[in-house]
């Protein structure tokens, strides 16, 4: 068997839930198999480098500034503490502030890579039946592929390490190169991958959640007739559905749901390794009462002095009668007993994943990565870029409205494919706000740079802005890697 490569326990909390689920996570089992010098030929040992390979992925307490990072510079989200995301909201990001913030994901997703790099290299040595082998590998070609496609997302191409022999110091993959290698990882794991729900624990690769992948994958590298294709597989898999109401689809009891295809799993756990910290910054930090609902501050919220808010632009083009922004907290009541105005001062707050039973600090809503209503407007997104507008595009996206109590659209609503492609992005905005895609749906529709130049106000947004800079200190190490052009 090959040596055993250094592996990090820095989220093992993630491990035991992911691995053990989410009832009995802290109870300790000892594994007498789990010696250092046979830690990968069991089972147990395999599935922990995988399981933190997993964590490293899609560690939640990253996850909303990971959101920030793709909002803080569109039209949608603000961040009034300002501090290094002020940096990303004024374009004037550097390869220091993409090396001192984490969530921009250049570590974890390198560290993801490398754990899923261990079993792919030892899994064919381990005393495990062919199937759990056919499992964990394409488990592990799964979250490498994804970590790969956040990484091109970010920065562009990367190095592409393959294995954990590769030499410290490789070059960036070219396009083609990494644009193949995720695609071919995805498609030729599918098979292997199981059903969803048949799944061995909730949050594990599956079929629904690799074609969701593929889906948008091919949108935002404009491979439009792939991705109208994937987005109908997944329909055609007759599993997945619009959840009936917008607003109690992100709540903690009703997780699990028909509209979810792939979430970042978050419990109340108040040591936060696994914990959704959303609400901690969209709490405003005078706030006492919702006017609205009547919610109340209660003992176990807390505020972050990081103030997460919507823009004015946005939340104002919603419809009256768009159900969806009744999640949205556009005024409150501070402590004093006054009512403080946030729409209209770049101030309201997302309450998408408030959980009132939170523990301190701690709320267990679940961060969807990819659902049902995304893979209908991508769909709608790429037939209507291949044909312009069509009625299948409109039939798609009326389904979305529907839910949100709002009218169909009519064919004749729309003459051109820019006109249809400007609605789609409005769509996309009301169903997927703080769920981290906006910068993306901007980059492939043409209009990231527009965006900051004619609603933000950025004058010097420029075309090399849509992608980060490499960090400096993977600069620093790796004399081969080449800035990205404008840094």
């Not at 490293?56 to 510079?73: D, M, N, R, S, T």
């Not at 005393?127 to 956040?150: M, N, P």
């Amino acid at each position: 068997m090959k040596a055993l490569k250094k592996i990090s326990y820095g989220f093992f909390a993630a491990v035991l839930l992911l691995f053990s689920g989410c009832e009995d996570y802290l109870k300790e089992e000892v594994h007498s198999q789990l010696a250092p010098s046979n830690f990968l030929s069991s089972k147990a040992g395999m599935e922990n480098v995988l399981a933190s390979g997993y964590s490293y992925a899609l560690v939640p307490f990253f996850k909303k500034q990971q959101i920030g990072i793709q909002e803080w510079c569109t039209d949608i989200a603000y961040n009034w503490r300002g501090n290094w995301s002020l940096d990303v909201m004024e374009f004037s990001w550097d390869p220091l502030v993409i090396e001192n913030q984490s969530g921009f994901g250049w570590y974890g997703w390198y560290s993801a890579i490398r754990n899923s790099n261990i079993v792919l290299e030892n899994v064919d040595e381990a005393d495990v039946s062919q199937a759990t082998k056919s499992l964990l590998s394409s488990e592990a070609r799964f979250i490498r592929a994804y970590s790969y496609y956040q990484m091109f997302l970010n920065f562009g191409p990367v190095p592409l390490r393959k294995s954990t022999n590769d030499p410290l110091k490789l070059p960036r993959a070219s396009e083609e190169e990494m644009l193949s290698f995720i695609e071919t990882e995805v498609l030729e794991i599918i098979p292997a991958l199981p059903d969803p729900g048949d799944e061995p624990n909730y949050q594990r690769a599956h079929k629904g959640a690799a074609r969701a992948m593929l889906c948008e994958f091919y949108l935002n590298t404009k491979q439009w007739q792939k991705g109208a294709d994937m987005a109908q597989d997944i329909i055609n898999m007759g599993i997945y559905e619009l959840y009936p109401d917008y607003v109690e689809m992100f709540k903690v009891e009703n997780e699990k749901n028909s509209e979810f295809i792939w979430v970042i799993v978050c419990d109340r756990n108040p040591n936060r390794a696994m914990t959704n910290g959303w609400m901690n910054s969209a709490f405003p930090l005078d706030f006492q009462r919702d006017p609205i609902t009547g919610l109340e501050w209660q003992d176990n919220f807390d505020a972050f002095k990081d103030q997460f808010s919507l823009r004015d632009v946005f939340v104002n083009t919603f419809s009256e009668d768009d159900t969806r922004d009744d999640n949205i907290l556009k005024s409150w009541i501070n402590k004093n007993g006054d009512t403080i105005v946030g729409l209209g001062n770049n101030n309201a707050r997302e309450f998408k994943y408030l959980d009132v039973d939170a523990g301190f600090r701690a709320h267990g809503n679940d961060y969807p990565i990819f659902r049902f209503a995304d893979v209908l407007m991508l769909r709608a997104e790429a037939l209507n870029e291949l044909n312009g507008p069509n009625q299948v595009s409109l039939d798609l996206i009326n389904m979305v409205r529907e839910r949100a109590g709002l009218e169909d659209l009519s064919l004749g609503d729309f003459s051109t494919k820019e006109a249809l492609r400007d609605h789609i992005l409005l769509e996309r905005g009301w169903e997927l706000r703080s769920e981290g895609k906006r910068r993306l749906t901007l980059i492939r529709m043409g209009k990231f740079i527009e965006n900051a130049h004619d609603i933000l106000g950025i004058s010097y947004a420029q075309p090399h802005h849509t992608r980060f800079p490499l960090p400096q200190v993977a600069m620093d190490a790796n004399e081969l890697l080449e800035q990205n052009p404008g840094y």
